[in-house]
C-alpha cells in the first residue's frame, strides 16, 4: 500500500503562536504533497501544493506567509501555521502523489485558542 | 458550472441493497479518475481509480467511466452499514497535479 503519516495529529495551541504540521511518505517517494483544510461539514479546500527543492503553489486566498510550506525530502513535507489565530483552527490533511494518485494522510486538527 | 459535480445527499439505501453514486465533470481532457471515501472526522481514503472507458470492478466496488458523457460513477454492492460515509469523487487532468475533488455524497445505509 501507500502509507502518510502526519503528526502531531492534534494540536492545541494558544493564539500568536506558530504550530508545524509533519507530513511523511512511509513507504514511496513523493516528488509532490498537497496540503488541504477542511471545517466541520464542508468541502476539502486545497491550499497548497508542494513540490520536493523547489517552492510552494499556493491557491488563490491563501496566504503563503502565514501558511510556510517546505518539501526537503521526498518523503517530508511540513506546514507551518505561524501566528495562529482561533480562525485557523481546522482539519489541515496532507497528501502525497504516488504515480497518478493521491494518498492522504490522516489528518491534524488543530485549535487555536 | 462547477468542475466537478456530485449531488450532496443523503443518499440513504437499506442494508444490501446497491448504492450508486455519480458524478459528473466539466473538462474534457481530464485523465484521471478517483473515489475516495471519507468517515466523519477521518481524512479520505482511496477506494477505487479509472482511467479508460468501461467498467473497473474490486470487489464489492465497481467503477463506471463514460468520458463522452463526461460522468464517472461508483456502485457498492450488498451495501452495508459501514459504507455510511460521504464518497468523494476527483479528476485529474493529464500533465497536471492538481486533482479537483466534488463536494460529495453522503451515503446511508440503514440496518
Known amino acids: 500500500g501507500a502509507v502518510v503519516s502526519q503528526h502531531p ?25 498537497f496540503w488541504y483544510r477542511q471545517f466541520p461539514k464542508q468541502s476539502l479546500m486545497l491550499m497548497a501544493t508542494s513540490n520536493e527543492g523547489s517552492k510552494a503553489t499556493y491557491e488563490q486566498g491563501v496566504e503563503k ?26 482539519f489541515y490533511i496532507c497528501s502525497a502523489r504516488r504515480s497518478v494518485e493521491q494518498y492522504f494522510g490522516p489528518g491534524t486538527r488543530l485549535t487555536v485558542t | 458550472q462547477k468542475e466537478v459535480e456530485q449531488n450532496s445527499g ?29 468517515y466523519s472526522g477521518k481524512s479520505p481514503e482511496l477506494i477505487m481509480s479509472i482511467y479508460s472507458n468501461g467498467d473497473k470492478e474490486d470487489g464489492r ?29 476527483a479528476v485529474n487532468r493529464s500533465g497536471t497535479y492538481k486533482y479537483i475533488f466534488g463536494t460529495g455524497t453522503r451515503l446511508k445505509v440503514l440496518a
Not at chain 1, 510550506?69 to 507551518?80: D, P
Not at chain 2, 440513504?12 to 471515501?37: H, K, M
Request: hydrophobic content about 35%.
Open chain 2, 61 to 89: 466496488f465497481t467503477a463506471q467511466l463514460n468520458k463522452a458523457s463526461q460522468y464517472v460513477s461508483l456502485l457498492i454492492r450488498d451495501s452495508q452499514p459501514s459504507d455510511s460515509a460521504t464518497y468523494l469523487c
Open chain 2, 10 to 38: 443523503p443518499l440513504s439505501v437499506p442494508e444490501g441493497a446497491i448504492a450508486s453514486l455519480n458524478c459528473t465533470y466539466s473538462d474534457r481532457v481530464s485523465q484521471s479518475f478517483f473515489w475516495y471515501r471519507q
Open chain 1, 65 to 90: 506567509d502565514k501558511f510556510l510550506i517546505n518539501h526537503a525530502s521526498l518523503t517530508l513535507s511540513t506546514l507551518t501555521v505561524t501566528s495562529a489565530h482561533p480562525e485557523d483552527s481546522s
Open chain 1, 9 to 33: 495529529s492534534r494540536v492545541i495551541c494558544k493564539s500568536g503562536t506558530s504550530v508545524k504540521i509533519e507530513c511523511r511518505s512511509l513507504d514511496f517517494q513523493a516528488t509532490t504533497m
